[in-house]
């Protein structure tokens, strides 16, 4: 089984489909399938909610599994597919909230300075950028310098197209898709209207296929050649929040670079879930929240990468050799920790995306941030990305083996899947379209079922096995609960 498991990767990693033997239908074949998985213990440091703590209506001091409570019925975990809008809970957060805690007790003012011994946490203003450095992998950035905690996700894009969004006369639009995440239209408008422009001349959409969402690489690109000379900014998803669709972000960047126009991506849904190399793709910059596959808590500190070629009077856009760096909204802890605490009136930046800081972080935002990072330092993307491929695999699989002979009278399915096919063009999720007016009954009978995803109206229900701490059995299980919702 270990070297089908491999041969899986393999597959997948060509961009192929993998085809499963018809025995992959049963419980035990999953369960075959976890045990053949190097990453399974990687479960063991999260509390997934059970079946019955998502119905609790009340603090009882109890916390979902096998040690709070002793009914196998109350300790049967659920199917937590909704990692892609808040991520389980790491065990280890608990205790690194405690020692921020403690640290404050303890210290008071001065944890900003210096961490007590036996401590994972270090002193409170060097907590972003031990955040930075253990993200490393998680972005593929060249140091840490390129990389900063701050803030949250809108802030955050805010911020960074206050820097990069620099409109003139003749490029002043900016290329975005049909459907970003609510936010991020908003910020993107609002952006434009600042400079006293107007969307309906300085936003240019990406239009899906009407049939299946889908946005074809080739129709990106050729937009970007035909309005390159007027653009001043691409600003995409690395994977689109609706769809599921994974771009091709070094080709789309290295081709609007080529037009002049300075390229930014969101990654929210990106980050903790499919490899990045945002360095050598010669990424301009990028914002990503952390409490989606990252598992930092719900609306927990966000993070932004800034390439070195931006960090200083080298930068490409000659206007700003004469301030010695790019413009920015500015503020104190974006100062030079050197000189953060003279509380001088000359603004003097910190190296790199530091920066671009504006206020002093929250320490148990970046505490629980330190604690789910921690997880992520035990693997590497690339294996979590292995596991990612064959467990979404598995669950289109099995989903496919559903739609054979699930048609209604008039021949229409009870779903489909929107995501790509292609192995390469998605992370860990698979977004299904349902019949119109189903939603709510389907929703329904997952949450029954102690199913755990997410709705998005009208009609799709967005499936994410998360590699950290899913199963192929929760895939299977899943699968069960699902085939009896579409058939209420």
């Known amino acids: 089984m270990a070297i ?23 419980i035990e074949y999953a369960k075959q399938l976890d045990a053949s998985d ?11 909610p059970t079946k019955v703590s998502l119905k609790k209506k009340a603090l009882n001091g109890f ?24 991520g389980a809970q790491p065990k280890c957060i608990r205790n690194y909230l405690d020692t921020q805690l403690e640290t404050w007790a303890s210290l008071g003012v001065n944890g900003h300075f210096s961490s007590l011994e036996k401590s994972p946490l270090t002193s409170w203003q060097d907590l972003a950028a031990d955040c930075a450095q253990k993200s490393l992998d998680l972005v593929g950035a ?151 596959y990252l598992n930092a808590g719900p609306g927990a500190i966000a993070g932004v990468f800034v390439h070195e ?32 605490f003279n509380m001088e009136k000359e603004f003097r930046p910190a190296e790199g995306a530091h920066g671009f800081q504006v206020s002093n972080p929250s320490a148990i935002d970046l505490a629980s941030l330190s604690g789910a990072l921690s997880v992520f330092n035990k693997t590497r ?42 192995p390469l063009e998605r992370g860990s999720q698979l977004s299904l379209l349902l019949k119109p007016g189903s939603l709510d009954k389907v929703s329904k009978a997952l949450q029954e079922g102690g199913v755990v995803c997410d709705a998005r109206k009208p009609d799709v229900i967005r499936v994410a096995p998360v590699p950290m701490y899913c199963r192929f059995e929760d895939v299977w299980q899943f699968i069960e609960v699902f085939r009896k919702a579409i058939h209420l």
């Open 381 to 422: 993307m690339c294996q979590l990305r292995d596991k990612a491929l064959v467990l979404t695999a598995y669950l289109e699989w099995l989903l496919e083996g559903l739609l054979a002979g699930n048609s209604d009278k008039n021949g229409q399915p009870a779903f489909k899947i929107i995501t790509p096919g292609n």
């Open 142 to 292: 060249a140091s840490p310098t390129e990389i900063i905690y701050m803030n949250t996700l809108t802030v955050n894009l805010h911020l960074m197209m206050a820097s990069f969004y620099r409109p003139t006369e003749k490029r002043h639009k900016i290329i975005a898709e049909w459907k970003p995440f609510p936010s991020d239209s908003y910020a993107i408008a609002s952006q434009i209207q600042w400079h006293g422009l107007s969307p309906s001349t300085s936003l240019i959409e990406i239009q899906p296929d009407p049939e299946t969402n889908y946005i074809p690489t080739s129709r990106i690109l050729s937009l970007i050649s035909e309005h390159g000379d007027s653009t001043a900014l691409l600003l995409l998803p690395g994977i689109q929040y609706y769809t599921g669709q994974l771009f091709d972000i070094p080709l789309i960047t290295r081709a609007a670079h080529e037009k002049g126009i300075t390229v930014g991506w969101d990654l929210a849904h990106a980050v903790g879930n499919v490899e990045l190399s945002l360095h050598a793709w010669d990424v301009d910059f990028a914002v990503w929240c952390t409490y989606k």
């Open 38 to 48: 190097e990453l399974g213990s990687l479960r063991n440091n999260f509390i997934i």
């Open 309 to 340: 070629k931006h960090h200083g009077p080298a930068d490409p856009d000659p206007s700003y050799a004469e301030l010695g760096y790019r413009h920015r909204l500015a503020g104190w802890y974006g100062a030079d920790k050197a000189v953060r």
């Open 4 to 26: 089908e498991y491999q041969s899986f990767v393999k597959t997948l990693r060509s961009g192929l489909k993998a085809e499963f033997p018809p025995e992959a239908k049963s």
């Open 63 to 86: 916390l979902p599994g096998p040690m709070a409570i002793t009914s196998s019925e109350e300790t049967s975990p659920s199917v937590y597919f909704v990692g892609n809008s808040l």
